[in-house]
Antibody
Framework: EVQLVQSGAEVKKAGDSLKISCKTSGYNFNNYWITWVRQLPGKGLDWVGN????????KYGPSMEGQVTLSVDKSVSTAYLHWSSLRASDTAMYYC???????????????????WGPGTQVSVSS | DIQLTQSPSSLSASVGDRVTITCRAS??????LNWYQQKPGKAPVLLIYDASTLQDGVPPRFSGSGSGTEFSLSISSLEPGDFATYYCQQSFNYPRSFGQGTKVDFK
């Protein structure tokens, strides 16, 4: 069974650093992108970025590019989302998800997020 | 960047109703469109990918259609567990993006 287990809720102050984790199991971690999605309080879903564990290639969304870093540790099948300096506006729920891709035919390039972690709540006070 | 606009933003319905949600893309995205369901306090769940392919385990009362820039998600007969917020998401280009969501609640 594919599972993504995320680290626990965090309460931080503006300016603090933070790394949250997404530990995976039940599949070959190296072969599937991991996506991160943010949800601000009472708001919709916002794509943060994704990373390919095989070579650590990462792509970032405009809302958080330059403010966060995605990384992986293949030895423990875990992906990370890291802030060097938190802002109060980073207060949100953060989800990780496995990304599947279509690799043949007319849907080549299509991808979707098939399995999600339960989320990590990050609260930052100013 | 590709913008996805869902309509309506919210709707009220009753058990047994047929419900349709629309997602419009700001540019051509072929069928690279997915739908997710999210219940309060829970992670999103994949319903449909490639515009119309039902994810394993999703009941057949859910269906998706469309291509190009216009897409829809339909629920043929609403059940109590379907009251939730629904999001479309495109994978045609980076950055990936979601619609703003459609909340389906009790009439």
């Amino acid at each position: 069974e594919v599972q993504l287990v995320q680290s626990g809720a965090e309460v931080k102050k503006a300016g603090d650093s933070l790394k949250i984790s997404c530990k995976t199991s039940g599949y070959n971690f190296n072969n599937y992108w991991i996506t991160w999605v943010r949800q601000l309080p009472g708001k919709g879903l916002d794509w943060v970025g994704n990373i390919y564990p095989g070579d650590s290639e990462a792509k970032y969304g405009p809302s958080m590019e330059g403010q966060v870093t995605l990384s992986v540790d293949k030895s423990v099948s875990t992906a990370y989302l890291h802030w060097s300096s938190l802002r109060a506006s980073d207060t949100a729920m953060y989800y990780c998800a496995r990304k599947l891709r279509c690799t043949g035919g007319s849907c080549t390039g299509l991808d979707w997020f098939d399995t999600w972690g339960p989320g990590t709540q990050v609260s930052v006070s100013s | 960047d590709i913008q996805l606009t869902q309509s309506p933003s919210s709707l009220s319905a009753s058990v047994g109703d047929r419900v349709t949600i629309t997602c419009r893309a700001s540019q051509y995205i072929s069928t690279f469109l997915n739908w997710y369901q999210q219940k309060p306090g829970k992670a999103p769940v994949l319903l449909i990918y490639d515009a119309s392919t039902l994810q394993d385990g999703v009941p057949p009362r859910f269906s998706g259609s469309g291509s190009g820039t216009e897409f829809s998600l339909s629920i043929s007969s609403l059940e109590p567990g379907d009251f939730a917020t629904y999001y479309c998401q495109q994978s045609f280009n980076y950055p990936r993006s979601f619609g703003q969501g459609t909340k389906v609640d009790f009439k």
